[in-house]
């Protein structure tokens, strides 16, 4: 910082005097000190933030509750408009007049952005928007293509339809990414865990909200107009785009209150920290990759079952339609309370591989059920309710165990990758499968792909055990390697520290007259060569010689 003091007449100082040096040295002392008595306070406001009510002040309780709200409802809109077709498959099929195979490439189409998107989400929020305003876009997006999928219907277009999905997908799986970055911005430590589960809660919720709700919906359209045709279609989709623009209304608030917490508290914007370099997949080993096929095996059996769920509850087990609504959201019921608990169990107990072999066969079990058996589906639902739980607990924190931390963003971005290819897919191919074949193949195939999962399970779990990798060691033993990488690394930190104390103890002091002839030097005044701070070092390096 260069000081320029005015004179009288408004004209600036021709000359460079000593003085000056020490006016413009004590300037820069009391601002140091007033930045000391700032950061001692807690933050370069916190005066005024004393004063502040407790829901608006950023440092207290209630306001973080208020935002974590906003960051919940951030993707509620987005995870209920998500399976809107899932919820009006009927409809969807009669007033558009499409097989199943058109139809879930509703789903497929919102996949196919993601296959690239998830390498770059992380990547869009840190250094081209920031997270506020990429929040902000991507909630755009979301609205925008829910509009257009509604508006294809309206008019009866269904490649509008599909472009609307298209780009409802381009928002939705970097909304999350932003939702997560939000999160770790906010909360710290151990709140972090519940935040993240409240935020998977929520995301369940919206999705069990539409499964019983947009039908409901539909009705009270076709009463109010008199028929069933895409225009009551399509303004049960625009009806149902309202929660997608109460999401935006999230965003933009959050935004808000974001930005006055950065100037209140002095805090940076929230980044994702992922680092994305596609070389490193060449890296990648084997245990990863087995990860990756049970995540797509395992996800395939899943999704595309819940779309085309509810017309299969109708045909095979004559249920009425609300019912079928019911049973077919039960996967997300029980997700959404049960994620936190087999969260914070897995953390306990440790044995990653064996949770995940169970969720495997629990998965496998109910599809068996299904497929073969005339018993009461809520019991295989339930099932596949608790083991999709418990699998997204134990797999996807794997990842960690067996990639090195500058490589994390890279395994997870090819993992969402892989994972939206495969959904894609299994999409079109399960509506493909279920228009010539019928629903009891369309069962089989599921099996075959949690078959496909188990086996990968099982290999991941010799692989593991012959490489003597900690994929399946328990907590406690975790805990315990832990501590004692913990303990060697504060070792060599303290040894690096000695290195660097003892090298700076050779090093030329640079005191407060040589700093002052530095900065007197760097403004152009002449300095007697025996003032040159330059000459003073060499001197004392020939010393040293």
């Given at each position: 910082?260069?000081?320029?003091?005015?004179?009288?007449?408004?004209?600036?100082?021709?000359?460079?005097?000593?003085?000056?040096?020490?006016?413009?040295?004590?300037?820069?002392?009391?601002?140091?000190?007033?930045?000391?008595?700032?950061?001692?306070?807690?933050?370069?406001?916190?005066?005024?933030?004393?004063?502040?009510?407790?829901?608006?002040?950023?440092?207290?309780?209630?306001?973080?509750?208020l935002v974590l709200a906003l960051m919940c409802f951030l993707g509620f809109g987005s995870y209920f408009c998500y399976?809107?077709?899932?919820?009006?498959?009927?409809?969807?099929?009669?007033?558009?007049?499409?097989?199943?195979?058109?139809?879930?490439?509703?789903?497929?189409?919102?996949?196919?952005?993601?296959?690239?998107?998830?390498?770059?989400?992380?990547?869009?929020?840190?250094?081209?928007?920031?997270?506020?305003?990429?929040?902000?876009?991507?909630?755009?997006?979301?609205?925008?293509?829910?509009?257009?999928?509604?508006?294809?219907?309206?008019?009866?277009?269904?490649?509008?339809?599909?472009?609307?999905?298209?780009?409802?997908?381009?928002?939705?799986?970097?909304?999350?990414?932003?939702?997560?970055?939000?999160?770790?911005?906010?909360?710290?430590?151990?709140?972090?865990?519940?935040?993240?589960?409240?935020?998977?809660?929520?995301?369940?919720?919206?999705?069990?909200?539409?499964?019983?709700?947009?039908?409901?919906?539909?009705?009270?359209?076709?009463?109010?107009?008199?028929?069933?045709?895409?225009?009551?279609?399509?303004?049960?989709?625009?009806?149902?785009?309202?929660?997608?623009?109460?999401?935006?209304?999230?965003?933009?608030?959050?935004?808000?209150?974001?930005?006055?917490?950065?100037?209140?508290?002095?805090?940076?914007?929230?980044?994702?920290?992922?680092?994305?370099?596609?070389?490193?997949?060449?890296?990648?080993?084997?245990?990863?990759?087995?990860?990756?096929?049970?995540?797509?095996?395992?996800?395939?059996?899943?999704?595309?079952?819940?779309?085309?769920?509810?017309?299969?509850?109708?045909?095979?087990?004559?249920?009425?339609?609300?019912?079928?609504?019911?049973?077919?959201?039960?996967?997300?019921?029980?997700?959404?309370?049960?994620?936190?608990?087999?969260?914070?169990?897995?953390?306990?107990?440790?044995?990653?591989?064996?949770?995940?072999?169970?969720?495997?066969?629990?998965?496998?079990?109910?599809?068996?059920?299904?497929?073969?058996?005339?018993?009461?589906?809520?019991?295989?639902?339930?099932?596949?309710?608790?083991?999709?739980?418990?699998?997204?607990?134990?797999?996807?924190?794997?990842?960690?165990?067996?990639?090195?931390?500058?490589?994390?963003?890279?395994?997870?971005?090819?993992?969402?990758?892989?994972?939206?290819?495969?959904?894609?897919?299994?999409?079109?191919?399960?509506?493909?499968?279920?228009?010539?074949?019928?629903?009891?193949?369309?069962?089989?195939?599921?099996?075959?792909?949690?078959?496909?999962?188990?086996?990968?399970?099982?290999?991941?779990?010799?692989?593991?055990?012959?490489?003597?990798?900690?994929?399946?060691?328990?907590?406690?033993?975790?805990?315990?390697?832990?501590?004692?990488?913990?303990?060697?690394?504060?070792?060599?930190?303290?040894?690096?520290?000695?290195?660097?104390?003892?090298?700076?103890?050779?090093?030329?002091?640079?005191?407060?007259?040589?700093?002052?002839?530095?900065?007197?030097?760097?403004?152009?005044?002449?300095?007697?060569?025996?003032?040159?701070?330059?000459?003073?070092?060499?001197?004392?390096?020939?010393?040293?010689?």
């Open positions: 910082m260069q000081c320029h003091p005015r004179r009288p007449g408004g004209q600036a100082a021709a000359g460079i005097q000593l003085p000056l040096a020490d006016r413009c040295r004590g300037h820069r002392q009391q601002r140091a000190e007033a930045e000391e008595e700032e950061e001692e306070d807690g933050g370069g406001s916190a005066g005024p933030l004393r004063a502040l009510p407790a829901v608006c002040d950023p440092r207290r309780l209630p306001h973080r509750f399976d809107n077709p899932a919820a009006l498959q009927t409809q969807v099929q009669r007033d558009m007049k499409v097989n199943t195979a058109q139809f879930m490439a509703l789903y497929a189409w919102c996949s196919w952005p993601n296959v690239v998107l998830c390498f770059f989400g992380g990547f869009l929020i840190d250094r081209v928007f920031g997270i506020r305003l990429g929040t902000i876009i991507f909630s755009i997006f979301v609205c925008v293509g829910q509009v257009i999928f509604a508006l294809g219907a309206l008019l009866n277009t269904f490649w509008l339809m599909n472009m609307g999905r298209f780009i409802f997908g381009i928002g939705g799986e970097s909304l999350a990414v932003a939702q997560n970055t939000y999160a770790v911005s906010w909360f710290k430590g151990k709140e972090l865990n519940l935040v993240f589960g409240l935020q998977l809660s929520m995301a369940r919720i919206g999705s069990t909200v539409n499964m019983n709700i947009m039908g409901w919906i539909y009705s009270r359209v076709q009463d109010l107009l008199g028929y069933t045709s895409p225009s009551t279609l399509g303004l049960t989709l625009m009806i149902g785009g309202i929660t997608c623009l109460f999401s935006l209304t999230c965003a933009l608030i959050l935004a808000y209150l974001d930005k006055r917490a950065e100037k209140l508290l002095c805090k940076e914007q929230g980044k994702t920290g992922e680092v994305i370099k596609l070389t490193d997949v060449k890296d990648f080993s084997f245990s990863l990759w087995l990860i990756f096929v049970i995540c797509v095996c395992y996800y395939a059996a899943v999704f595309p079952f819940i779309g085309l769920g509810k017309v299969f509850f109708i045909e095979k087990f004559r249920f009425s339609s609300q019912e079928a609504s019911a049973i077919n959201s039960i996967v997300y019921i029980i997700s959404a309370p049960m994620s936190p608990v087999f969260g914070l169990l897995v953390d306990k107990l440790g044995k990653n591989i064996i949770w995940v072999l169970c969720a495997v066969i629990t998965t496998l079990a109910s599809h068996i059920m299904l497929a073969f058996t005339f018993w009461n589906p809520w019991i295989a639902m339930c099932l596949l309710g608790l083991a999709y739980s418990l699998l997204a607990c134990a797999l996807w924190p794997m990842v960690a165990f067996v990639v090195p931390e500058h490589q994390l963003g890279t395994a997870y971005g090819f993992m969402q990758s892989i994972q939206n290819l495969g959904l894609a897919i299994i999409a079109i191919a399960a509506g493909m499968i279920l228009d010539t074949r019928g629903y009891l193949f369309l069962e089989v195939f599921f099996s075959a792909c949690v078959c496909l999962s188990l086996i990968a399970v099982v290999m991941l779990y010799f692989v593991n055990h012959l490489t003597g990798g900690d994929l399946n060691w328990s907590a406690k033993k975790r805990e315990k390697l832990q501590k004692v990488a913990a303990t060697e690394a504060e070792e060599q930190e303290r040894l690096r520290r000695q290195n660097e104390d003892d090298l700076a103890k050779l090093r030329p002091k640079a005191d407060e007259f040589s700093l002052r002839n530095k900065y007197l030097s760097k403004l152009g005044a002449q300095l007697p060569d025996n003032y040159s701070s330059y000459l003073s070092t060499m001197v004392h390096r020939s010393v040293l010689k």
